[in-house]
Nanobody, 118 residues
Framework: QAQLVESGGGLVQPGGSLRLSCTASGSIFRGNVMAWYRQGPGEVREFVASVSPRGATTYTPAVKGRFTIARDNSKNTVDLQMNRLKPEDTGDYYC????????????WGQGTQVTVFS
């Protein structure tokens, strides 16, 4: 059964750090590009970062240089280290595989909430 479990969110002040973790079932993880997405209050879900099975990474410009995505292929996990957090990083964060049709995916985890407050 396809499954995604995210954790690690919380409350943090601007400039702080959080590390998000995601465990995915093998059917979602193995051989696929994995990504983190986020959905801010009243906004649509957006792509944040992705990592290929061999470790090649891509970031949306708003987080480049502050966030680092990494995966552990032996554990089916993908992490997102978030540094120098800003209030605009606030939202629910989700992981999933990535391809150009990601907006059509029906299987998502419960997400983990990140709140950056002054």
């Amino acid at each position: 059964q396809a499954q995604l479990v995210e954790s690690g969110g919380g409350l943090v002040q601007p400039g702080g750090s959080l590390r998000l973790s995601c465990t995915a079932s093998g059917s979602i993880f193995r051989g696929n590009v994995m990504a983190w997405y986020r959905q801010g209050p009243g906004e649509v879900r957006e792509f944040v970062a992705s990592v290929s099975p061999r470790g090649a990474t891509t970031y949306t410009p708003a987080v480049k240089g502050r966030f680092t995505i990494a995966r552990d292929n032996s554990k089916n996990t993908v992490d997102l280290q978030m540094n120098r957090l800003k209030p605009e990083d606030t939202g629910d964060y989700y992981c999933n595989r990535f391809d150009l049709r990601w907006r059509e995916y029906s299987t998502w985890g419960q997400g983990t909430q990140v709140t950056v407050f002054s």
